[in-house]
Structures are given as structure tokens and as C-alpha cells.
């Protein structure tokens, strides 16, 4: 079936239409096998299949070159890229570092103004004790003063009443004397 398939094929080629024998100037079958042997001569005369293959040959060298060319910027970009990576992760790093660092620091300066703050506040507390203890010991005094004020006036009070004249003399005479006695 497919040796008669194929022989039907060739039977019905263009070959097979034209008339008359196929060694004449007349069957343009043959004019035409002659015409595509005589270009394929010239061709192969002028070499060029050995032109259009060390056309291909270059250009094949040159997309060789390319992708060699490529394959090496692709290394060369991983290459970067892992190195952009590990900055990154450095970077990261340094950071966190700093933000730690920053929360200690941060938290041992609370640290010294709430220490601050308790000495201040302790200051103040002892400063007001003094000053209470101040206005203490001055009311003190100041109530010890007005009870003197006050003993001295009832003590002249109660002596002008009880002294005559002549006792007053007296009196005066003999403290004059004990002045007297104290300075010699």
C-alpha cells in the first residue's frame, strides 16, 4: 500500500505532464532541470556554500561569544547580588545593634532620672523638715519671749503695788552697789 502510494505520487509530478522526449529543447522539463543544474554549478563555482557555511560558522563563534558573555554577567550579578545580600544582613544587624544599644541606653537614662528624681524629692523633704523644724524652734522662742514679756510685766505690775517709795530707794541704792562690786 505505501510502495503504490508513493508511485502515484511520481506519476502525478509535473515531470510526468510534459510531452515529447525529455532530452529536447522543447520539453521545458528539461530546460528547467537544466537551467537549476547549470545555477547550482555557479554557485558551487563562485563557493558560495563555503561562504554562506563561514557565515553561519561566524555567526555561530559570535552567539558562542554572546552567550559566554552572558553566562559570565550572570555569574557576575549573582555574584552581587550575594554580596548585596550579605551587606543587607549586615546592615540589619548593625541595626538591631543600634536599637538595642539605643533601648539600654534609653532605659538607663530612666534609670538615673528616676534616681535623680528620688534624690531630689529627699532633698525637698529634708529641706521642709528643716524649715518646719526652723519655724519650730522660732515659735518656740517666740512663745518664751511673750511668756518673759508677760512674767516681767506681772512681776512690775505686782511689785509697783507692793513697793513704797523708800523700799524703791532702797532697792536702787543696793543694786547700784552690786554694780559697783561686779565691775571693781
Known amino acids: 500500500m505505501k510502495k503504490l502510494s508513493i508511485l ?22 528539461f530546460i528547467v532541470t537544466l537551467s537549476f543544474l547549470l545555477f547550482m554549478g555557479i554557485l558551487l563555482y563562485a563557493k558560495v556554500p563555503g561562504r554562506i557555511l563561514g557565515m553561519l560558522d561566524k555567526r555561530s563563534v559570535q552567539i558562542r561569544t554572546e552567550l559566554e558573555e552572558a553566562r559570565a554577567l550572570r555569574e557576575e550579578a549573582r555574584t552581587i547580588l550575594a554580596s548585596y545580600d550579605r551587606k543587607q ?9 543600634i ?9 538607663a537614662a530612666a534609670e538615673q532620672a528616676k534616681a535623680d528624681l528620688r534624690a531630689s524629692i529627699a532633698r525637698r523633704v529634708a529641706a521642709a523638715e528643716d524649715q518646719i523644724a526652723s519655724a ?15 512674767a516681767v510685766a506681772a512681776a512690775a505690775d505686782l511689785l509697783s503695788r507692793q513697793m513704797t517709795p523708800a523700799a524703791a530707794s532702797a532697792s536702787i541704792d543696793e543694786s547700784i552697789k552690786e554694780v559697783e562690786a561686779r565691775f571693781h
Open 8 to 29: 502515484a505520487a511520481l506519476a502525478a509530478s509535473p515531470a510526468m505532464a510534459a510531452t515529447g522526449p525529455f532530452l529536447s529543447l522543447s520539453n521545458t522539463n
Open 89 to 97: 544582613k549586615e546592615v540589619q544587624e548593625q541595626a538591631a545593634r
Open 99 to 107: 536599637v538595642a544599644s539605643a533601648r539600654d541606653e534609653a532605659q
Open 136 to 150: 519650730e524652734a522660732g515659735a518656740v522662742r517666740a512663745i518664751r519671749e511673750q511668756a518673759v514679756s508677760v
